[in-house]
């Protein structure tokens, strides 16, 4: 049987798709909003009747140019953005061909899988807030599959019908949904996953060069969020530790630093070395977004807290799997902790004092003289430190692209630049004077909320920095780019930069530009908590989230109590669900003239006398009258009254004499009979 | 051995069906009316119902995968949409009052449209496909409001001529979300009589005539003599009535004939020897037709009963229910 496709169905079909297809839009290639309107202007026509409907020939035609344009634009690589462009093409010209019933199932069930897939790409509150909407109508769209158009003026009825069946379904569904949300046991993934995301990620990467990290700076992208458990340390001291870059390369005459792979030795939880709880040590939670690398953040003196991270000798910590997924992790932090203070071995020696030799001769004269000036390590690194200060350098996002040895043009001739260019060129020199050191880049500072508590780092928080080994110190850092910018470190970059550069260029629509405003600043705070509670319980709930909530709660034998919980509550709520559908509506308010019928007719049915079903007026006075022939007038009376009162134009407001009649009729039978010999 | 094999399941399937038939007349007997309730309402998903709970399958998988929490929502949302949706379309039958209407006959072969009234007491109805179990009809769909009450015409092909005895009517809905199908199968006894497919001969008398028959067995022509004016009785034939009196205003008389001597004509199933019963039966009902269509006076002859010649539609009707129920064991007419 197959149904033609109603008309009205059409509408919510076109708006909802339209609907799925919006968020998913920034995410996949333009071209697919021409074949989007295409599609609907196409289909649109064919409604009004200007256009046949595609011959298979035409179909054919569609589909290979359909087809082609997804693997041309994907460049036949497979991933996630490719997939989706490829179902969202598929359902975009089955669109065009909807002629039946089915194939409106057909790209309503693709609509909520694109729906579902949109998810990957954004869980932020208010994508889940705009798919109430598109499940909304998505669902009236299926409703209206089923609606039959009698007549034109129809359409609004049924619009109106559907959208109310709909919201009606999708409520009664709620609690279901909920209870299975909690109690359905979670499942790590079944396998890993290939299709990923082919958009390269803002974040650090693992080679810098001086200037890298401006770029980062435009970008008001959430990296992480940190949760202490106690109080925080002071805020000039939130080094988020990311990357240790200890090999030195030039590139096209720039300086470029990156990880040797030495420390890629890794000590697993809980094998690895964990810091006594005691005063000065921390322990903190932190929620990082996806980033497609291993790395993890933590302030100095790191420890793995949880299983699948692992340390390495480096003060670092590391996931065992790529970050696809948002993680949350647990981290404990030792910031006053000595590190390789027993001295350095030799290769990690060797590696912390590599240099390309025919590079930067200026700065390496510099170094050499400020090596001879000074007898102790400390004090030749304070006094490059001063080398700064002293000479006015001037911490500014645009700094002047600098090409051959740039770190004798920053050090000499521009002395402007961002923190790569300070650590860069602080390491450099510390190399030089032959004092092990590295570039640590990572992130500084974050903001906090005052009211969750919880701290936000964004990727304008980016930062570079250095680490020196002093003997009998261990590792030590030295941020050059405080000596020039404090406020950097102390403010963060919004409040630190000069007049002339602009915080988060090109980034107009973004809310933290407008945090001057005292009302606006609140707003975003609190929209920040409020996307913090959001992230914390319902998009970090996951397997483990889940295990700790239920043993809290049903105890031992968690996993079984709360499955049979599950079920006891899905029961009581699809009970609940029916019951509300099928209660039957309110009963018609009986008439006076009715309550007395029946008791007429209850004390007949003793006798056989009652009214049958389907007995017409007369029929019933009729066999009355013969059963009462001394009653026979009266009761002959008393149904043309009856049959005035219920088909007569008037007589409705002789209720009461009619009640009276009735009732006095109903003694007078009973007695009747009653006398009579059985 | 195939063919053992295939009898053998050929019996299985006749006693599976006699077992659902008797079972099926056991829980929804035959009524003239029926209010839908739990007893008659039957629901499994749809095909489209198992498609969503792939859609279902596919979404939950991704949700794993990708450890992602408003996926796993999303699944859960239409899930238990799914499951609400099964109440919702039982809810669009339970409750729908449904009753025979007006007796309707026909000829044996011919489409009709039956009857049947349904009223909604408690709440709307959207979507009702009504068919015949055992006929591949069109569907009549067809909604109804609150309170409301209304008829449905639903075609049907009668079959043996007898009594009306229609197969069950499939109703059935998938609205509002077409996840799942639900329906029932009611056995209304809609009054009604199926008379025998009438066969048109040119010619009554030459039809009528064999080389054994007396002449005069099926022709007889009365002398047209008039004998007087009696009161206008329903199914009296329009040339018969007073015109001259009724524009004297002495009201609506009929011109009366000496013993219906119009033409006047014997439809007699012995006249019609060699030829097989059902046969015979529709000659009989061509004929009937025939002679009212011509208005002539006629009268039946069966081996049961012979009706006396007249003619009217009230006539016709007797005679077609007399050709309609001959050899049937119900036929007890009053």
Known sequence: MTKDFPRSALVWLLVSITSVMIPLQMHIPLWTSLVFILV?????????????????????????????????STKGRFHLEGATTFILVASLLKVLEIKTQRDGYIVI????????????????????LYSLIVVWLLISALVGLHQTLHRENEYKQLFSAAGKTSVQVLALSLPIMLVLFILFPRLGPLWSLNLQSSKAKTGLSEEMSPGDIAELSKSDELVFRVTFDKQPPAADTWYWRGLVLDRFKIKNGRAVWSSSGVFDQIDWYPQSWQPEMQEGVYDYRITQEASDHKWLFGLRGVAAMESGIGMKENDLITSNKKLYQRKEYRVRSQPTIAIADQGLRPFVRNQSLQLVDSSNPKSRLLAQQIMLENTSDQARVDSALNYYQANNFVYTLKPIPMQENDIDSFLFDNRAGFCAHFSSSFVFMMRSMNIPARVVSGYQGGEINPESGHITV????????????????????????????????????????????EFLP??????????????????????????????????????DKQGSMLKDWFGREALKKSLYWLAGLFCAFLLLVSAILLWPGRKKKRTQIEKSLDSLNNKLSRYGLNRKEHEGLNDYSQRLQANFP????????????????????????????????????????????????? | ??????????????????????????????????????????IVPSKTGWLFCLLLLLLLITAINYQNSLIYGLTFWLFSVAISAMVFTYRNLSGLNIKTSQPINGFSGDSIEIPIRICAIKRSHQGLNFSWSLQSLTVSTTEIHKNEEKQVLIPYQLGERGYLKTDRLRLETRYPFGLYKSWTWLQLNTPGMVFPKPIFTPSIATEGEGDDQPRDANLLIGNDEFIGLRSYHKGDSLKHIAWKYLAKGKGLLSKEYDNQQLSMQWLDWFSLMGKADEEKLSLLTGWVLQAEQEGRAYGLKLPSITIAPSFGDTHRDQCLMQLAVYGKQESSLD
């Open chain 1, 458 to 501: 964004r990727q304008y928080d980016a930062h570079a920095w250095a680490e020196v080994w002093l003997e009998g110190k261990g590792w030590v850092s030295v941020d050059p780019t405080a000596e020039v910018a404090p406020q950097r470190i102390r403010l963060g970059l919004r409040d630190s930069l000069p007049d002339g550069d």
């Open chain 1, 630 to 678: 001394h009653e026979a007038a009266s009761i002959q009376r008393l149904f043309d009254q009856l049959q005035q009162h219920y088909y007569g134009d008037q007589g409705v407001g002789d209720e009461p004499n009619l009640t009276k009649f009735i009732k006095q009729m109903s003694k007078r039978l009973t007695k009747d009979r009653s006398n009579r010999p059985q």
């Open chain 1, 109 to 128: 069930f693709l609509s909520f899988f694109l729906l579902g897939v949109s998810f990957l790409y954004d869980q932020g509150i208010l994508a889940a």
């Open chain 1, 40 to 72: 609907v202007a196409w289909r649109w026509l064919m409604h009004l009747g200007r256009l046949p409907f595609p011959t298979t020939m035409i179909k054919i035609i569609v589909v290979t140019l359909g087809i082609s344009a997804v693997i041309i």
């Open chain 1, 506 to 543: 090109g980034n107009n629509f973004s809310l933290i530009k407008l945090s001057n405003f005292q009302l606006l600043n609140d707003l975003r705070l609190r929209l920040d908590e409020l996307n913090y509670l959001w992230h914390q319980s319902v998009l970090n709930f996951n397997k």
């Open chain 2, 1 to 42: 051995m195939i063919n053992t094999f295939q009898q053998s399941k050929q019996k299985v399937e006749q006693r599976l069906n006699k077992r659902w038939r008797s079972w099926i007349n056991r829980r929804i007997p035959a009524s003239n009316e029926i209010t839908l309730s739990q007893r008659s309402i039957f």
